[in-house]
């Protein structure tokens, strides 16, 4: 069975103040790892995907990173509007599968 | 694209009432999924279609939920009959094959 484990449950963080989140995980074969990020009363919003161990992905003050057990969501210099909880998920790469299993997410509080 | 729409967008209802989430995919979006999201257990994958045809429905949780697809831009979730347990975020997503989940904004569902 697939299985995430996301940490710190928590961050708070001053603005401008640089940290990691950390996904951890154990999937047979994996197609891809999926970072969303969710704000307070709406859906998850697609943030990337990774596909195999050394590959990163960059977008404004975020960068996510990818190893055979983990992945980080780097987050550099962070505004009060990057306030958010953000999901990690992985994909297993058995045919026709599509089913995505989620951490629990980490809640970043970025204070002014 | 509008989206992933989703409706109610609130339900409060009482234990024992049937109660019906809807969810309208993004147009040409070959997969629907269906999630629950709660505080001690995250977000949690219920079932999930392709070309309107139900393949796992292992996360439903006990017969009173049912889910249907009746063509390529509607999926109903039913609970019937609800109970105060069933209280959760409910969320509706699609993709194309092995490819991106977009979110809708989810119906938040009391049951008293």
């Known amino acids: 069975e697939d299985q995430v484990t996301q940490s710190p449950e928590a961050l708070r963080l001053q603005e401008g103040e640089s940290s990691s989140l950390n996904c951890s995980y154990t999937?047979?074969?994996?197609?891809?790892l999926f970072w969303y990020r969710q704000d307070p009363g709406k859906g998850p919003e697609f943030l990337f995907t990774l596909y195999s161990a050394g590959e990163e992905k960059e977008k404004e003050r975020l960068k996510a990173t990818l190893t055979k057990k983990e992945s980080f969501l780097h987050i550099t210099a962070p505004k009060p509007e990057d306030s958010a909880t953000y999901l990690c998920?992985?994909?297993?790469?058995?045919?026709?599968?599509?089913?995505?299993?989620f951490g629990t997410g980490t809640r970043l509080t970025i204070i002014p | 694209d509008a989206g992933v729409i989703q409706s109610p967008r609130h339900e409060v209802t009482e234990m024992g009432q049937e109660v019906t989430l809807r969810c309208k995919p993004i147009s040409g979006h070959d997969y629907l999924f269906w999630y629950r999201q709660t505080m001690m257990r995250g977000l949690e994958l219920l079932i999930y279609f392709n070309n309107n045809v139900p393949i796992d429905d292992s996360g439903m949780p006990e017969d009173r939920f049912s889910a249907k697809m009746p063509n390529a831009s509607f999926s109903t979730l039913k609970i019937q009959p609800s109970e105060p347990r069933d209280s959760a975020v409910y969320f509706c997503?699609?993709?194309?094959?092995?490819?991106?989940?977009?979110f809708g904004p989810g119906t938040r569902l009391t049951v008293l």
């Open positions: 997503a699609s993709s194309f094959p092995m490819n991106t989940q977009y």
């Open positions: 998920a992985v994909q297993g790469a058995n045919f026709g599968n599509e089913k995505l299993t």
């Open positions: 999937v047979s074969g994996l197609r891809g």
